[in-house]
């Protein structure tokens, strides 16, 4: 297979420019002194940075978004890791379906799934109140992406590694806690990295189970590009890129992109 | 070695399993059948629903030639949007698959950080393009082309599902790609097939399994988008989520809501199985 | 511990029967042996002993303590893993310390320990390596050392050399034997590699389908096995159909192709009943034409000391031949095949 073909690589090359001009695009009108973009650029400003941290609905939202998310984190991955254990080390029949079940929320289009919480929480908890729906809907939508890091971790185990435990004198708790919990561990740290990109960046849990009078920073970024075009959101975004794209970056130092399948 | 039958696990070992699959019990399958029994609940305008039950959200809905389009034009952005992912996926998961460039860590995490970028963010950056005043009419004008109009048209709204769903169907193709054992491909070759035939014969139906996932994958998401129509769209484009949404959002007809989205999951799950079946009998012909 | 007990161990899984009416006792500081083909229930019947499987009947004693239904932690057993097993996020000297840190030792106990059973096993040094630095044979010395240094009632080997090369695995065999008599402990050996046994043990446990078909020293294993299976299983065999005619004194009287010959049997055979002899290859000459049993040599293969040879009888019997090194026949001469009957044994 030729991989050094001139039309491959330039067709490839397109695509991934393709992929990656958007968000480049809004960084770089994030430090445009113009309201609009224009080529070449005229220059370099961070007026729109100001004015992001003047801007009480952003700032606001952005704090909503990150307390929010590493609450979802948090519960992400005290359900999802004893789930993962019980999957890879003690369930034998039904993996099948048990897989299937914790994966769903990832699995559903996350339209529908948004669309059932609302109804649910209108009928049972008598509506979206508080805060609590929310948590909720961002937990359920997030567990899956923990439940997959800490089985690929499990799965890294080496064989045997508990069993010599026991043998050594360890009865299973102490086999849990001073052997399987250590050697887990990068796996739920990512698993709860993601679940916290996933829950920042999300639209549509959050757009139909928020609270009136609460907004998180997609959410608003939302509302103001529906209307109006403000570099501010430029500015808004690019700090919320830098974000995830550093804990991408320490997912990556802590267990390897891989970790990262679908 | 003795095989190992399953043997019962202890009730304290499901104590593990409990809290998650609580949570999904709990706030997936109930949610979902409560779409179904609100989709034939009477509709109200100043509540969420009215007292009693019936069928006249489906009606309605079979028999209006506006929302029968709106599922149409909905389905065929998918399928558009599904299969311009596959035309630029398909060599680019290859690519991707096969090299051995030191630079794959990086392509592969410029395939995943779009995932992890808000769609919205993503979107915002189509509109900065996409405007009559933005990037690529500038561009165009340049080159004496007039400007075209993408933003608050299908067209716009098709690019912009394309970009945010492009991984989705990178990723499954490169996954069946790299499973394909190399040495398949070199055993092709020292029986003297050329490098054209090593990929019709040998790589193509192996990755096949791949690009039906990646298709379905794409096709469901692009469906079921709210974001991208909305943003791009400008409320010009609709498609039966953005109406849904509204629905449920803006006013209280919650049952027909529901119906309506079970209709498009029922078209949707109709067209995915055509397609499985479809790209089944495709698969056994090209082995 | 003094003796190690086990009386009719069985598991089954389901119907099928791992392991059956499995009966040893092992001597303080015995090696002993666990042989047989892949299932055939050895290593289901270490796990017994290590309490990983509960088995379905039977009891195991260490001395006078009845063991049968403990968890491995109550033991006080050593293991050591085919895949070494060792802790990846520990260093060296944490792993190896890890069973005296079960048993409560202190830091500065637990430390002279640990030092002195790396020297032991020609590691010294190595304490604050990680597993990920060693070689695969380093790893298997760790496990070793881990295993022997909470001085365990029991040790227990799961084919702790499947994974190394041939040259390390000859070296690791000697220098675990000589580590097992230096510190005289009771050991169980689990593998389906005849050699290993054969030269590590001091008795041999043969078994085939989960049943023990032999019990005994390498010697009575290779030159007196009870079954076919067992005579097959270990180095090359010919079995020679026979019929018992008679005794003479010890020798058993039987005829056979190759006339009437006296053969080493058990003491209990003197009906006349139709068996086999088995002869080993290094039993059977080779003679000019026309002196004993005439065949064709169809393969030869010379190995440097010896000659092995591969004889089409006329009958259409195949038999394994050697010779000493230089020995002259070639393929596709017809040779005639003489037996030493004094290295002739039974066979049912």
């Known amino acids: 297979m030729s991989l050094r073909h001139p039309l491959l690589i330039g067709f490839v090359s397109a695509v991934y420019i393709f992929l990656l001009l958007p968000t480049v695009i809004v960084v770089l009108t994030s430090i445009n002194p113009a309201e609009y973009l224009s080529f070449p650029p005229t220059g370099f400003s961070l007026r729109w940075y100001s004015a992001f941290l003047a801007a009480r609905q952003f700032t606001d939202a952005f704090w909503f978004s990150t307390w929010l998310g590493l609450a979802a984190a948090f519960f992400a991955a005290l359900l999802g890791t004893p789930a993962a254990i019980f999957y890879v080390r003690y369930l034998r029949a039904g993996r099948e379906q048990f897989r299937f079940a914790v994966l769903s929320p990832i699995l559903l289009p996350e339209v529908l799934t948004a669309i059932a919480l609302l109804f649910f929480f209108n009928q049972v908890f008598g509506g979206t109140r508080t805060v609590l729906p929310l948590l909720i809907g961002h937990v359920v939508i997030t567990l899956p992406f923990v439940f997959l890091a800490v089985t690929s971790a499990l799965y890294n185990i080496p064989p045997s590694v508990e069993e010599a435990a026991r043998t050594l004198g360890a009865t299973p708790s102490r086999s849990f806690f001073r052997i399987t919990l250590p050697l887990i561990r990068s796996g739920v740290i990512t698993g709860a990295l993601l679940a916290f990109i996933m829950s920042f960046d999300n639209v549509n849990i959050s757009l139909l189970l928020k609270p009136v009078g609460t907004s998180t920073l997609p959410i608003q970024l939302f509302d103001y590009l529906r209307y109006d075009f403000d570099p501010t959101s430029a500015a808004a975004s690019t700090i919320s890129v830098a974000l995830t794209m550093t804990l991408l970056i320490v997912i990556d130092r802590i267990y390897g992109l891989r970790a990262v399948r679908f | ?287 | 511990m003094s003796r190690l007990s086990i009386r009719k161990l069985t598991k089954l899984y389901s119907e099928t029967a791992a392991v059956e009416a499995f009966d040893l006792e092992v001597a303080q500081g015995e090696f002993v042996s666990l042989l047989g083909p892949s299932g055939c229930g050895k290593t289901t019947t270490l796990r017994c002993l290590a309490g990983l499987e509960v088995p379905t009947s039977g009891i195991i004693r260490f001395g006078e303590r009845e063991v049968t239904s403990l968890p491995p932690e109550e033991r006080n057993i050593g293991m050591v893993f085919q895949n070494y097993a060792l802790f990846p996020h520990m260093t060296v000297a944490e792993n190896v310390a890890f069973g005296l840190q079960m048993r409560g030792l202190s830091r500065a106990v637990a430390r002279a320990k640990v030092d002195a059973v790396m020297d032991m096993v020609q590691l010294g040094g190595f304490q604050d390596r990680h597993p990920r630095q060693l070689s695969g044979g380093q790893q298997q010395r760790v496990a070793l050392a881990r295993a022997l240094v909470i001085e365990p009632a029991l040790l227990l080997l799961d084919e702790p050399l499947a994974n190394l090369d041939a040259k390390l695995r000859d070296e690791m065999r000697v220098f675990i034997r000589s580590l097992q008599q230096r510190v005289a402990i009771t050991t169980l050996y689990v593998t389906h590699d005849q050699a290993e046994a054969m030269t590590m043990s001091d008795r041999i446990v043969v078994m085939f389908a989960g049943r023990i078909h032999q019990l005994g020293s390498p010697y009575d294993i290779y030159f007196r096995p009870t079954t076919r299976e067992v005579a097959g299983f270990i180095g090359q065999s010919n079995l020679f159909p026979a019929e018992v005619i008679g005794r003479d004194d010890a020798r058993l009287v039987v005829q056979t192709a190759f006339g009437r010959l006296h053969c080493a049997g058990p003491a209990d055979i003197d009906a006349k009943i139709r068996a086999h002899i088995l002869v080993r290859p290094e039993a059977i000459r080779l003679t000019a034409l026309g002196n004993g049993l005439d065949g064709r040599i169809i393969q030869r293969h010379f190995l440097g000391n010896i000659v092995d040879y591969r004889v089409m009888l006329d009958d259409g019997t195949l038999v394994s031949a050697q010779a000493i090194g230089d020995a002259a026949p070639q393929v596709g001469e017809r040779v005639s095949l003489l037996v030493d009957e004094s290295k002739t044994w039974w066979l049912p």
């Open chain 2, 1 to 287: 070695m003795t095989k190992k039958p399953p043997s019962r696990v202890p009730l304290r070992h499901w104590l593990f399993a409990l809290p998650a699959l609580l949570l999904v019990s709990v706030f997936i399958a109930v949610p979902y059948f409560t779409i179904a029994v609100m989709s034939v609940r009477t509709p109200s305008n100043t509540q969420i629903y009215a007292p009693g039950f019936t069928l006249q959200n489906y009606i309605r809905i079979v028999g209006d030639h506006l929302y029968l389009g709106l599922l149409a034009d909905t389905l065929l952005y998918a399928a558009i949007t599904a299969a311009i992912c596959l035309v630029l996926a398909y060599p680019t998961a290859l690519h991707l698959a096969r090299t051995k460039s030191h630079l794959r860590g990086f392509l592969y995490a410029a395939v995943l950080s779009p995932l992890l970028t808000g769609v919205v963010i993503r979107c915002f950056g189509w509109i900065v393009l996409l405007a009559t005043q933005g990037l690529v009419n500038d561009a165009l004008r340049a080159v004496g082309v007039g400007p075209i109009p993408f933003l608050y048209r299908p067209t716009g709204v098709i690019i912009a599902l394309v970009h945010v769903f492009l991984p989705f169907m990178i990723l499954p193709i490169m996954n069946a790609v790299e499973a394909i054992d190399p040495r398949l491909e070199e055993a092709a070759r020292t029986l003297g097939a050329s490098q054209v035939t090593v990929f019709r014969r040998v790589i193509l139906p192996l990755s096949m399994p791949g690009v039906q996932s990646g298709v379905i994958l794409v096709f469901v998401l692009a469906a079921s988008a709210y974001v991208i129509p909305m943003l791009i769209g400008g409320g010009r484009v609709q498609t039966m989520v953005t109406v849904i949404v509204q629905q449920l959002l803006g006013g209280f007809l919650w049952p027909f809501g529901a119906a309506l989205a079970l209709v498009l999951s029922l078209a949707a799950i109709l067209v995915l199985i055509g397609f499985t079946l479809l790209t089944r009998r495709a698969m056994r012909r090209l082995a």
